[in-house]
């Protein structure tokens, strides 16, 4: 049963720092993309970033783009999100999720419909 669990939200400064951390188990990353999106209350949910099951490729979206870092360790089976110079507009929950490909390769997506398993998220909250 593939499961993921995230960690790493809480309440920061704006400026502050977070890094988010998604537990997998079930499942082999070599086999899938895994996906970190934010969901504000009344709004879509929307992608950060993605890293590919080869781990060679990444995405950034426009919630992400020049703050966020993804990565991976395999062993652990750990995905990361180092996410810096927080908003306030980047409170929301921040979901990890995986997408199955057929073998490692170098291609992922921010569409939210392409992930068929989700963790249950994490919050943030950005106030000095």
């Known amino acids: 049963q593939l499961e993921l669990v995230e960690s790493g939200g809480g309440l920061v400064q704006p400026g502050g720092s977070l890094r988010f951390s998604c537990a997998v188990s079930g499942f082999s990353l070599d086999y899938y993309a895994i996906g970190w999106f934010r969901q504000a209350p009344g709004k879509e949910r929307e992608g950060v970033s993605c890293?590919?099951?080869?781990?060679?490729?990444?995405k950034y979206g426009n919630a992400g783009k020049g703050r966020v870092t993804i990565s991976r360790d395999n062993a652990k089976k750990m995905v990361y999100l180092q996410m810096n110079s927080l908003k306030p507009e980047d409170p929301a929950v921040y979901y990890c999720?995986?997408?199955?490909?057929?073998?490692?390769?170098?291609?992922?997506?921010?569409?939210?419909?392409?992930?068929?398993?989700w963790g249950q998220g994490t919050q943030v909250t950005v106030s000095s």
């Open positions: 999720a995986a997408d199955k490909t057929f073998g490692p390769t170098t291609y992922c997506t921010l569409t939210p419909g392409n992930y068929g398993a």
């Open positions: 890293l590919s099951s080869s781990g060679l490729g990444i």
